[in-house]
């Protein structure tokens, strides 16, 4: 009976929606094709200035939104920033590919692309930002050499809101692919990231202060974190993301400054970790000067295939010594709230489940249901847990009850 009220009911009103549609006025954008603009895609000509002059006409337009169109072809690029905010939406289609500088002292800034203060920008299409990182990852040396050359991020975004890229590629950054700072409302759906596995700090995606964030069916291939999630960064979810290889989906390295801000509501999802150094993964530093909250985690559905540390929580991260201090051991940071929620596969350490929690502020509520993580590694045997300062619960194939207390 209420099917056949409704069915009748969207009988009645599906004219007036189609009226409605009818009469609402379809503004299409204003198309901006670069090539149309000055840019020349030889792959040697420098596109930064007509690339500039594209944007301020196309963000300043007032009459309506814009659209900058990247046909097929090698773009090649300096460092450019756009700038916000536009008189109306946006929209940045790329099917071409905008190739980086190679010599990394070209690009004077820390990203290549870089859009800040921003609402209402769309970025797709099927092409490619190539960071030619390969003559650049030789010179990364700054954890020996103070005056090591800056080498720049791919894409960066900064004060933006309510917008997306979707699509796009991004292969072989010099430094990390993309990069979010204090964004809001955020999606990033079928995007492919790709760098060699020993390209060092090739981040794939990394946010920090960001909240309301979707990355979903996205594949990332790299030398780092396939995303790094940092501080004051919340409700940010995952979902269908491959991962490898790369370091994993990690938290962190959270607490070592000052004025660090709590991290919370992440979602993981469907989730495919394959080859991958770790999976997922929570880093805090052994010496804190934050005190700060990482809560309300969910991570399920998560396929570990030969990952060195499949579940790693180290709240004593501490990757250049020295290390000592005097609150060793005792990380400030408060992790609660953690369900970890069908994981399964393989592990290439015996040590299949790390959860090395703070003294001072141990574990709480963590939930371990239905892990199953079989030690794939040369070490032979059964996988094992090994635990610190962990309170929750357990159940499932793998007994790590003895983990908890
Ligand atoms: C972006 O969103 C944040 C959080 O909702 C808000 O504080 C900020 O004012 C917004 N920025 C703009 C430019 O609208
Ligand atoms: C993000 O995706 C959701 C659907 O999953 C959609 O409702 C929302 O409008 C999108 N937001 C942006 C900014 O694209
Ligand atoms: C993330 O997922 C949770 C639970 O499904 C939902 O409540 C929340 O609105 C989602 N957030 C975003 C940004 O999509
Ligand atoms: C995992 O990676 C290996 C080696 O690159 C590849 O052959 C295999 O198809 C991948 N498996 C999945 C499920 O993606
Ligand atoms: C775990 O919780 C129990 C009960 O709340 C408490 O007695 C115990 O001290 C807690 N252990 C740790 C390591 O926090």
């Not at 209402?120 to 390969?134: A, E, M, P």
């Not at 069908?342 to 592990?347: L, P, V």
């Amino acid at each position: 009976m209420t099917s056949i009220v409704y069915a009748f009911k969207t009988l009645c009103l599906l004219p007036l929606l189609f009226i409605a549609v009818a009469s609402r006025p379809t503004v299409k954008p204003k198309v901006f094709n670069v090539k149309r603009h000055g840019s020349i895609p030889d792959g040697k000509t420098d596109n930064t200035d007509a690339f500039i002059r594209v944007w301020s006409r196309a963000c300043g337009r007032r009459s309506g939104s814009s659209k900058i169109y990247v046909p097929k072809g090698n773009f090649y690029l300096g460092g450019v920033e756009f700038v916000g905010p536009c008189k109306n939406p946006i929209e940045f289609v790329i099917d071409g590919t905008l190739l980086a500088p190679e010599n990394p002292s070209d690009i004077k800034q820390d990203t290549w692309i870089n859009f800040r203060y921003i609402n209402d920008l769309s970025i797709s299409g099927f092409g490619t930002l190539d960071g030619q990182g390969k003559k650049s990852w030789p010179l990364n040396d700054c954890h020996k050499n103070p005056n090591c050359p800056k080498l720049a991020m791919t894409m960066g975004f900064a004060f933006v809101n309510n917008s997306n890229i979707k699509d796009i590629t991004s292969l072989n950054s010099k430094m990390g692919h993309l990069n979010f700072f204090s964004v809001h409302y955020f999606n990033i759906t079928g995007v492919t990231i790709t760098a060699p596995g020993d390209s060092p700090n090739t981040d794939g995606i990394k946010m920090g202060s960001c909240s309301n964030i979707q990355i979903f069916n996205t594949n990332i291939g790299t030398g780092d974190d396939c995303i790094a999630i940092l501080s004051g960064t919340t409700n940010l979810n995952i979902s269908n993301v491959k991962c490898g290889p790369g370091h994993g989906i990690s938290v962190g390295s959270l607490g070592k400054n000052k004025d660090e801000k709590d991290v919370k509501d992440l979602t993981v999802k469907d989730i495919i970790f394959n080859g991958t150094s770790d999976g997922i993964r929570i880093k805090t530093w052994e010496s804190s000067a934050s005190k700060i909250l990482v809560s309300n985690f969910v991570y399920e559905n998560i396929q570990m295939i030969d990952v060195e540390k499949p579940i790693n929580i180290d709240q004593k991260y501490c990757p250049h010594p020295p290390c000592e201090h005097e609150n060793k051991g005792e990380s400030h940071v408060q992790i609660q709230d953690v369900k970890l929620k069908n994981i399964y596969g393989t592990s290439k350490n015996k040590v299949a489940v790390n959860l090395q929690c703070s003294k001072r502020f141990p574990c709480k509520n963590v939930e371990l249901i239905d892990i199953n993580l079989k030690n794939n590694g040369l070490e032979g045997g059964p996988s094992t847990a090994k635990c610190e300062n962990i309170n929750g619960s357990a159940s499932g194939k793998m007994a790590l009850q003895h983990c908890l207390n």
